[in-house]
Nanobody, 116 residues
């Protein structure tokens, strides 16, 4: 099982970006996907997650209404400087979770930098 997040880059405040999570070794629809981020000098935190069937989605309060998850894609809209972070995708069997320790499979992160 391998994952790789990509699609990060430099974006101006108010702009949009699409992050992708390339998966291999399993069928993505059989796994819950979580997106986490780690800002400079801070711990890693949940951004969003989606259940294996796609019927249940969660968003952190800080991104609600601006970010959207669709399986292995995370759409960032109206980004702000505080969204600057390394973004990681992770996968697990069973139901989705906001707890990073519940995810056994992780990809390397992709850096999103938002300029003001």
């Amino acid at each position: 099982v391998q994952l790789q997040a990509f699609g990060g880059g430099l974006v101006q405040a108010g702009g949009s970006l699409r992050l992708s999570c390339a998966v291999s070794g399993f069928k993505s629809e059989h796994y819950a996907i979580g997106w986490f981020r780690q800002a400079p000098g801070k711990g890693r935190e949940i951004v969003s997650c989606i259940s294996a069937g796609g019927g249940r989605k969660y968003y952190a309060d800080s991104v609600k209404g601006r970010f959207s998850i669709d399986r292995e894609y995370l759409y960032l809209d109206k980004v702000q400087p505080e969204d600057t972070a390394v973004y990681y995708c992770a996968a697990k069997t069973g139901i989705s979770s906001v707890t990073q320790a519940d995810y056994p499979y992780w990809g390397q992160g992709t850096l999103v930098t938002v300029s003001s």
